[in-house]
């Protein structure tokens, strides 16, 4: 994937060594691929949206009613866009 290997590091460098707390939306809870369907929070930090404010996530797939955060989301995609 495009930026594949950054995205790797910029994540790493974000949470390694480090608790998270995944939460969960009022939707499933896995993909039919068992992928987990969940906001990644790491002291606090909506690990999800800093990806793509950052440039290094993007909004593939909505899963429905998983939606609660995706307005923050997708301002944070759009940002890194700009």
């Known amino acids: 994937q495009k930026m594949g290997k950054e995205a790797s590091s910029f994540l790493k460098k974000q949470l390694d060594g480090k608790s998270v707390t995944l939460v ?3 939707g499933p809870k896995e993909d039919k691929y068992g ?3 969940a ?3 790491c002291n606090g930090i909506h690990i999800n949206e800093l990806m793509a404010k950052s440039g290094y996530g993007i909004i593939a797939y909505i899963s429905k009613p998983n939606t609660t955060l995706l307005p923050e ?3 944070a995609e759009k940002e ?3």
């Open 80 to 82: 890194a866009k700009e």
């Open 39 to 41: 906001y990644v929070f």
């Open 35 to 37: 992928r987990k369907l």
């Open 73 to 75: 989301m997708l301002e």
């Open 24 to 26: 969960y939306d009022q």
